[in-house]
Each structure stands twice: as C-alpha cells, then as structure tokens.
C-alpha cells in the first residue's frame, strides 16, 4: 500500500525516519538495508545517501530498480503521520 507522505516527515531534526530499501541480488534473493540517511528534494522526491561500496548501490546499479518502505515499530510512526 502507498501512502501520500507529509512533507514535514523528511524535514531537518530528530527523530529521523528509518527506511528499509530493498533490492534483488544475482541470483533472486533479496537483499533489505536500513537506511537513516534520506531528505526530501524541493520537487517532492526522496534523496537517499547509499554508499557506492554497498551491495544494495550495486544491486541499484544492476537493476536500475529499489523498494523503499518506512521501518516502523508496531505502525506507530504511520499513525502518527495520519
């Protein structure tokens, strides 16, 4: 399910949302990395700060395709943005 996201979620300070971004790896598997490094751009779209030596900026590369999805603790911090 998507969810249309308030732009004061990605703002400056703490605490700062944890995301989960998943990719694919050669062979099928998936590979998930939690990533706390993200802002929001002026256009409304995440920046996502993945290091170049990671395996899921390969599998990116490879791909050209991810998955990005809030890391929650029992849906607290959804509710909390409804």
Do not use: W
């Not at 099928?28 to 929001?40: S, Y």
């Not at 751009?41 to 809030?70: D, Q």
């Not at 890391?71 to 409804?82: D, E, P, S, W």
């Amino acid at each position: 399910m998507m969810k249309n996201l308030d732009p004061n979620v990605f703002s400056y300070g703490y605490p700062v949302p944890v995301l989960m971004v998943g990719t694919y790896n050669d062979d099928g598997t998936v590979n998930a990395m939690n990533l706390h490094e993200c802002t929001r751009t002026n256009a409304g779209g995440l920046a996502l700060c993945i290091g170049p030596r990671s395996k899921t900026h390969e599998n990116i590369e490879k791909r050209r395709s991810f998955t990005v999805a809030l890391a929650t603790i029992a849906g607290r911090f959804m509710k909390k943005c409804q």
